[in-house]
Every structure is written in structure tokens, then in C-alpha cells.
């Protein structure tokens, strides 16, 4: 092979065995059994109960986190101040702290015996090992993807749109809701789309902190590590639901994030 012709090939051959590496799990969640079994294994009402707790529990989680995360990453990608560095950086802490980890702290925290803990208990309020406690669990892990995409969605939007809605008189909050949040709200989508799929995904903080109780706090990663010794099917049929709503949700945030940088340079 003549000098530097076997740079192209190497790069296919890698690429080839990371995509055989990383879809082959998926693929065999698929094929180990039948379509009609893991159909079937829907029909355990404890996997419908977790899939259904799932489903309330990271909406509500999505719900509050666009809320208090909305002004946040907007602050933060329009303010400079001592210290912002620091700040993002806390922000973001919770993407690499270890499942075990976020879990424990939440428990050191506002678990019976936390930091808080005492004063949400005297205020008649019960987090851990509570539906509320899963509740919790999915908006510290996932929170900081909707913040992370707002954030630069928000910095991405022309400033000159902004001073001249003040310049027309309009108040910050006016300018924030009427131009900032419609214009930055593809990016935004799409850090919505990944906070939920870490969402639907979280298992270890949602174990330590809130526990595994079917019908409270049993999410559906949960069920299917209970079943995993003692039905088979019913894992593999619960992996499966999850692989299709987490692909899902990829696939929309990259649609998404494509679409708002298009927006974007077409409105400059």
C-alpha cells in the first residue's frame, strides 16, 4: 500500500467496529426473544405500574426544571460577573458526578437526617423513599442538559434583537418571554429532549435516594433490574420501551439543535 493510503481505510475500520460494538446490545435487546413475548411481558402489571411512574415522575421533573432553569440559563448567558465561571461549573457538576454519588448527596442533603432534611420534614414534606423523592433524583441529574442547551441557545440569539426591543421600550421580563425564549427555543427543545432521556434513563441516585418500591418509587430502569433474575422477558420487554423513547428523544434534540443554528444564521 503506498505511503499514507492506509489512513482512509483505518478510519472506516474504526468506525465499523465502534458502531458494531455499540449497536450490538441494542440490537440484541430485539432479537433474544420474540416480538409476541415482549409484547406479553407488557401485560405485568408491575411493569406497567413502573412505566407509568416513570412517565409521571420525569414529566413532572421536566416541568419544574424548565421553569427554574429557563431564567437560569438565560442569566447566565447574558451576564458576565465575578465568579460566572465558577458558577456554570457547579451548574454543570451534577454531568459527571457518579449515579452513587448524586444519590448519597442527595440523601446527606434532604434525607431524614440531611443538612435540610429536619426543616422539609417539620414542614410536613417527605422526599425520600417518596414518589416526590424520584421526583427529585431526575431533576438534580437531568437539569443540567436543559441548562447547558438553553444556555447557548441563549447566547446564540442576536443581542441586537434584545437592546432594540428595550430601545422600543419593552421591559427585560417582555424582552425575555416575547424575543429571547421564541428565538432560542429550538436549542432549548432540543436540551429538553436530552433532559429527558437522562431522565427516563436515571437509576442510581433514584435507588439510594428514593428506593425501589413497586407502584411509589419503582421507575422502569428500576423494574428491570428486579426482573433481570427472575423474568427475563419482562426486562428485555422494558429495555426495549426505553431504547425507542431514549433513540427518540436523541434523534428530536439533534433535530432540533440543527434547526435552531439554521434559524439562527438565516435571521443574521
Not at 76 to 87: C, E, I, N, S, Y
Request: hydrophobic residues 55%; without cysteine; charged residues 15%.
Amino acid at each position: 500500500m503506498k505511503r499514507g493510503r492506509w489512513f482512509a481505510p483505518a478510519l472506516v475500520g474504526a468506525l465499523a467496529v465502534a458502531l458494531t460494538f455499540l449497536t450490538l446490545p441494542v440490537v440484541a435487546i430485539f432479537v433474544r426473544t420474540s416480538p409476541g413475548h415482549l409484547i406479553g411481558a407488557l401485560d405485568d402489571p408491575g411493569v406497567l405500574d413502573a412505566l407509568w411512574l416513570s412517565v409521571r415522575t420525569t414529566l413532572t421533573a421536566l416541568a419544574v426544571i424548565v421553569v427554574v432553569g429557563t431564567p437560569t440559563a438565560y442569566l447566565l448567558a447574558t451576564r458576565t460577573f465575578r465568579g460566572h465561571a465558577l458558577v456554570v461549573t457547579l451548574v454543570e457538576l451534577p454531568l459527571v458526578l457518579p449515579p452513587a454519588v448524586a444519590g448519597v448527596g442527595l440523601l446527606a442533603a434532604l434525607g431524614p437526617g440531611g443538612i435540610v432534611g429536619s426543616h422539609i420534614a417539620d414542614a410536613g414534606l417527605r422526599l425520600a423513599f417518596e414518589t416526590a423523592g424520584v421526583v427529585v433524583a431526575l431533576t438534580f441529574v437531568a437539569a443540567p442538559f436543559f441548562i447547558r442547551g438553553a444556555q447557548t441557545a441563549f447566547a446564540a440569539v442576536d443581542r441586537s434583537w434584545l437592546e432594540a426591543s428595550r430601545t422600543l421600550g419593552a421591559s427585560e421580563a417582555r424582552t425575555f418571554v416575547r424575543i429571547a425564549i421564541p428565538a432560542a427555543a429550538p436549542g432549548m427543545l432540543a436540551g429538553l429532549a436530552l433532559a429527558w432521556g437522562r431522565a427516563v434513563g436515571e437509576f442510581g441516585a433514584t435507588l439510594i435516594f428514593a428506593g425501589s418500591f413497586r407502584g411509589r418509587t419503582q421507575t422502569a430502569p428500576l423494574a428491570i433490574y428486579e426482573r433481570l433474575g427472575t423474568d427475563f422477558d419482562a426486562a428485555l420487554a422494558l429495555s426495549a420501551v426505553l431504547v425507542v423513547v431514549s433513540g427518540t428523544l436523541l434523534l428530536s434534540s439533534k433535530l432540533l439543535g440543527g434547526q435552531g443554528t439554521e434559524a439562527l444564521r438565516a435571521a443574521r
